[in-house]
């Protein structure tokens, strides 16, 4: 059997709704997950190991 070509507007459409997914389901696992506070926190304590500050103590 032969294959039939997509046309190119269901291509687009169909790369655009998966690329909106992906980047939607990464958002939310990010904000679910509390991600974005436990990397700065992370990185706080890298930033002052560095410097030689006083420790911190970081609370999730």
Do not use: H
Request: with cysteine.
């Amino acid at each position: 059997m032969a294959k039939k070509k997509k046309c190119p507007v269901c291509k687009v459409v169909g790369t655009t709704v998966k690329v909106g997914c992906i980047a939607t389901g990464a958002l939310f696992m990010v904000y679910m997950l509390n991600l974005d506070q436990k990397v700065l926190a992370w990185s706080y304590a890298r930033v002052n190991e560095i410097f030689d500050r006083k420790p911190v103590d970081i609370k999730f």
